[in-house]
């Protein structure tokens, strides 16, 4: 076949309009399982501050004599505890230009460009609060306040490598950070291992918390050691959703965000983040300085350790 001559084709023609589509298609994932998990809570002071209340150890001692006349036991007294808040915030800024003309996928440009933002600082803080080893730090006028991470409070109940220096950090407050050691695989025994550590120490962890790849080494553990076929479903089940332990039933959760080398075991009601009032993810009008308009979306925000003793980790983990 050949085409006739002066047939007019889209290849020469002037003027055709273009064809884009009215959607705008985003992939990058903004699911924050551990910001949306925990409680919130407000602050009124850049120093947000909490207590915790330990009891006295048991005693197989406690025989007393008959009339006895008793005097007060020894008072165990509250640990005041706090955490800095940390300010985190993204900017858009669009032209006059831009904002006039007609958009596809969105009605208003600065609104979208501000949205963007919003979900990028969600996953900032994320990464922050489980996906970073950062201590508290006081700030200056030329360095910025910064809040203490998870892996900054877990101490108690922990399974780390053996070797490259690995170590809790120093206490419980936030001022210290995990020093990584030599990665070694992530077993269910090590995960028995935390679990009888927090169950001891008195917590109830709900939620198991894990990077993609030990996410799929946790399917493979006691009870789902091969994939399961339903014939009558025409489905393969070879995840791992939930974990009946000896201490109860955890949830299992994949975290894009944490560290891979993580895995983190939690009672999340014994976690929150506290926002300082009124600067719990605001959008700012900035001031107008030229042709353009221009939007701050910012937090400024704390974690707060309730009781670090609930939670744990399986540290040191591989991750391929």
Excluded at 181 to 191: C, M, N, P, S, Y
Excluded at 280 to 293: E, F, Q, V, Y
């Amino acid at each position: 076949m050949a085409l006739p001559t002066n047939t007019v084709t889209t290849y020469q023609a002037i003027g055709n309009r273009e064809d884009l589509s009215d959607m705008i298609y985003r992939i990058d994932p903004t699911d924050t399982p551990f910001m949306s998990g925990v409680d919130k809570e407000k602050a009124s002071a850049v120093n947000h501050e909490w207590q915790t209340q330990a009891l006295a150890p048991a005693s197989n001692a406690n025989a007393q004599l008959e009339g006895d006349d008793p005097t007060a036991n020894a008072l165990v007294p509250t640990v005041r505890l706090g955490n800095l808040c940390q300010i985190s915030y993204k900017m858009a800024q669009v032209s006059g230009t831009q904002q006039a003309v007609d958009h596809a996928g969105r009605d208003n440009e600065l609104a979208y460009q501000e949205m963007l933002r919003g979900l990028e600082l969600k996953r900032d803080i994320e990464t922050i609060l489980v996906g970073s080893s950062q201590a508290k730090a006081a700030g200056s006028t030329s360095a910025p306040r910064k809040t203490a991470s998870v892996l900054s409070w877990i101490v108690s109940n922990t399974s780390k490598g053996t070797a490259g220096g690995a170590a809790d950090p120093a206490a419980a407050d936030g001022t210290g950070t995990r020093t990584d050691g030599t990665q070694l695989a992530f077993t269910e025994v090590r995960l028995k291992t935390v679990l009888s550590s927090i169950w001891t120490n008195g917590g109830k962890p709900g939620t198991i918390m894990t990077g993609a790849f030990n996410k799929q080494v946790f399917s493979t553990f006691t009870g789902r050691s091969t994939a399961i076929e339903e014939a009558k479903s025409k489905k393969i089940v070879a995840s791992v959703d939930a974990y009946e332990s000896d201490f109860g039933k955890l949830k299992v959760v994949a975290n894009r965000f944490q560290r891979p080398r993580d895995v983190l075991v939690l009672e999340m009601d014994k976690w929150a983040v506290a926002y300082l009032n009124g600067r719990n993810m605001i959008s700012i009008p900035l001031a107008k300085t030229g042709d353009s308009d221009r939007r701050q979306v910012l937090a400024e925000y704390a974690l707060v350790a309730r009781n670090e003793k609930a939670s744990g980790g399986v540290f040191d983990n591989t991750t391929s």
